[in-house]
């Protein structure tokens, strides 16, 4: 058989063995397997893609979160203020009412305190007085049996009343 | 590509196991042939029968019964029209049947030949005989619709699983025709369309290679010049049919000086050339590549004889293992070229339809 010839008979079983193969492999061979390795990949392309995606949202409300926790940490630090300065005023108001009552109650001692120092001078005053008039009686008593006793009596009243 | 290279180390060790026990098989033929005929060893005849087709499967010789598959004949004469008969009718080329004889000499050495009643050779029938080589193709083409149907099978049922088993093995090899082959050489939008072709010439190839590696069967497929002749048409006429206006005015009317186009058209001369070369160029180096691996192996093993007969028998045994661990060697070296070969025509006949189908530079 020819070496360097090809032979006919050889060429026409390859020519329709081949063409044939072709296209039974072409039919049911290699259009599902590249397909099913087209699918697989966009399918592995698809999670891929997903999971970054998912990956980006959970960052996304990782970052939204901090966002609400900083917010709520300074509505926190607002409201405290608030609080704070609230509490100040009360006690400072507390104080000042405090104050004021007790300098009332102070002063309407002292209202007291006088009118009693009045009432008692006053008081002094009369028992002075009758006693000036009881002195008076008894010395205008004595003076008519001696003038001399008066007179010492008088004199010794003097003297209790400056001890007084 | 790690599931390629344990394969290929399989196959390599399966093959070496096999040489070791067919090589000694021709050994006592040989002897045994040597011994009994009177005829001396010739190692060209001898390596060209090893590498070219023929007419029934020659599996080995014992003795003096030659073990062989036999292949059906198909002859059409004007004379006698269709006949269809085993070639074990021919028994091993040594006699004619009905009137048709294998020629072992002159012009028409290996063919079959047409008799008269005197026995005078009157012409060459039409022969389209399951020879040797078609048997080959038809054992691989069995091979490749057994594997890859099941493989689609696998594929179509198991989408969104990983891949196992067959697939497994084979998917890096079609992802590697597809990203590494394909896409680069046609481009991303346009190499869907031939794929099949490529897969099917790929592993068409590859499976042809190896299996011709497997000394026993002794095929040499692609290393036969009307199979490569049929693949690289298979190239060319994919590539004609399939080129667009810009392929056609880069031959008919390059951008080239005026001078090279007028009055001589020499640039389009060169260019149409090309068109033909590159397939008969995809022919060439196939079948060369492949015809060199197999004669390479078979004249070191044919080393031994010449040997024995300048030296004698003592000298013969003493070559032989050397000879047998060259044989080794340029088979697993064939291992390796039959991958090469089967990408180096897949990229070329991909980088062919991509000239074929670019729009610009």
């Known amino acids: 058989m020819g070496f360097v010839t090809p032979d006919y008979g050889t060429i026409f079983w390859m020519v329709i063995i081949f063409g044939l193969v072709l296209f039974i492999l072409k039919k049911f061979a290699w259009g599902p397997i590249l397909k099913a390795l087209k699918d697989r990949e966009s399918s592995i392309a698809d999670a891929l893609s997903s999971a970054e995606r998912a990956r980006k949202e959970v960052a996304g409300l990782k970052s939204d979160n901090e966002k609400i926790i900083a917010e709520a940490r300074r509505e926190k630090d607002v409201i405290l203020k608030e609080a704070r300065e609230i509490k100040d005023k009360i006690i400072a108001e507390a104080k000042q009412q405090a104050a004021a009552e007790a300098q009332k109650s102070i002063e309407s001692a002292r209202q007291q305190i006088a009118a009693e120092k009045t009432a008692a001078i006053n008081d002094i005053k009369k028992q002075v007085a009758e006693?000036?008039?009881?002195?008076?009686?008894?010395?205008?008593?004595?003076?008519?049996?001696?003038?001399?006793?008066?007179?010492?009596?008088?004199?010794?009243?003097?003297k209790d009343l400056k001890l007084k | 590509?790690?599931?390629?290279?344990?394969?290929?180390?399989?196959?390599?060790?399966?093959?070496t196991s096999w040489m070791f026990t067919v090589q000694a098989e021709e050994t006592q033929a040989e002897e045994a042939h040597q011994e009994t005929a009177t005829s001396e060893f010739e190692p060209g005849k001898f390596v060209m029968e090893h590498v070219s087709d023929a007419f029934e499967w020659h599996l080995f010789t014992v003795g003096e019964t030659e073990v062989s598959i036999p292949l059906p004949i198909i002859?059409?004469?004007?004379?006698?029209?269709?006949?269809?008969?085993?070639?074990?009718?021919?028994?091993?080329?040594?006699?004619?049947?009905?009137?048709?004889?294998?020629?072992?000499?002159?012009?028409?050495?290996?063919?079959?030949?047409?008799?008269?009643?005197?026995?005078?050779?009157?012409?060459?029938?039409?022969?389209?005989?399951?020879?040797?080589?078609?048997?080959?193709?038809?054992?691989?083409?069995?091979?490749?619709?057994?594997i890859f149907l099941k493989i689609a099978k696998s594929a179509r049922s198991s989408v969104d699983k990983a891949p196992s088993g067959l697939l497994n093995l084979l998917e890096p090899v079609i992802i590697f025709i597809r990203d590494e082959v394909a896409k680069p050489a046609i481009g991303a939008q346009k190499y869907e369309r031939f794929m099949p072709f490529l897969l099917t010439v790929f592993f068409f190839i590859l499976f042809e290679n190896l299996l011709g590696l497997i000394l026993p069967l002794g095929i040499n497929v692609t290393g036969n010049i009307a199979v490569t002749m049929v693949l690289a048409l298979f190239t060319f006429f994919i590539t004609t049919f399939s080129a667009n206006k810009h392929y056609w005015k880069e031959i008919y009317n390059p951008d080239v000086p005026w001078w090279l186009k007028y009055p001589l058209p020499l640039m389009p001369i060169v260019e149409l050339t090309g068109v033909f070369t590159k397939p008969f160029v995809l022919m060439v180096r196939l079948f060369a590549n492949m015809m060199a691996g197999h004669m390479i192996v078979t004249v070191f093993v044919s080393l031994i004889f010449i040997f024995a007969k300048m030296g004698g028998p003592v000298i013969g045994y003493?070559?032989?293992?050397?000879?047998?661990?060259?044989?080794v060697f340029m088979v697993l070296l064939?291992?390796?070229?039959?991958?090469?070969?089967?990408?180096?025509?897949?990229?070329?006949s991909a980088l062919y339809f991509g000239m074929a189908t670019s729009e610009h530079h």
Do not use: W
């Open chain 2, 334 to 348: 064939d291992v390796l070229v039959s991958f090469i070969q089967a990408y180096v025509f897949t990229l070329l």
């Open chain 2, 75 to 146: 002859l059409y004469s004007k004379n006698s029209g269709l006949n269809v008969f085993m070639s074990s009718k021919f028994h091993h080329g040594h006699e004619s049947y009905k009137n048709f004889r294998i020629e072992h000499e002159g012009k028409n050495e290996g063919k079959i030949v047409e008799l008269n009643e005197a026995g005078e050779v009157i012409g060459l029938p039409v022969d389209l005989s399951i020879t040797k080589a078609v048997a080959g193709i038809f054992l691989c083409v069995f091979l490749l619709l057994f």
């Open chain 2, 318 to 327: 003493s070559v032989a293992p050397v000879s047998l661990l060259f044989s």
């Open chain 2, 1 to 15: 590509m790690l599931n390629i290279i344990r394969s290929s180390l399989l196959v390599c060790a399966f093959l």
């Open chain 1, 131 to 158: 006693l000036s008039v009881m002195i008076a009686e008894k010395v205008v008593q004595k003076e008519l049996e001696k003038q001399k006793d008066q007179e010492a009596l008088v004199e010794g009243l003097l």
